[in-house]
């Protein structure tokens, strides 16, 4: 089992910034990609971006240019840098890890995080 916890998140303005990180612990062995999806009310749960421990990342085409995920594999760490934030971008954040690939069918979840963007 791995466990995953959040933390950052919270209220900010249109173009302000925020950084989410989420620790793993636990079968860190078991996991290879780690990264983040945003749920906004009434929508489906998005990938946002997804880095494996190569340092190899992706990027939802909504947050490209914006956000910059990065991981410290010895801290077991993912963080999320959110730069010009939009309120669309207003969402709970949620951490996620697997073996080989993120999807909403994956196995390992945080308890997620709210963003707030005022505008």
């Known amino acids: 089992q791995v466990q995953l916890v959040e933390s950052g998140g919270g209220l900010v303005q249109a173009g302000g910034s925020l950084r989410l990180s989420c620790v793993a612990s636990?079968?860190?062995?078991?996991?290879?990609?780690m990264g983040w999806f945003r749920q906004a009310p009434g929508k489906m749960r998005e990938l946002v971006a997804q880095?494996?421990?190569?340092?190899?990342?992706y990027y939802g085409n909504a947050v490209k240019g914006r956000f910059t995920i990065s991981r410290d594999n010895a801290k077991n760490t993912v963080s999320l840098q959110m730069n010009s934030l939009k309120p669309e971008d207003t969402a709970a954040y949620y951490c996620?890890?697997?073996?080989?690939?993120?999807?909403?069918?994956?196995?390992?979840w945080g308890q997620g995080t709210q963003v707030t963007v005022s505008s």
């Open positions: 880095i494996d421990e190569g340092g190899n990342t």
């Open positions: 996620a890890a697997d073996r080989v690939v993120l999807s909403t069918k994956s196995d390992y």
């Open positions: 636990g079968s860190i062995s078991s996991i290879n990609v």
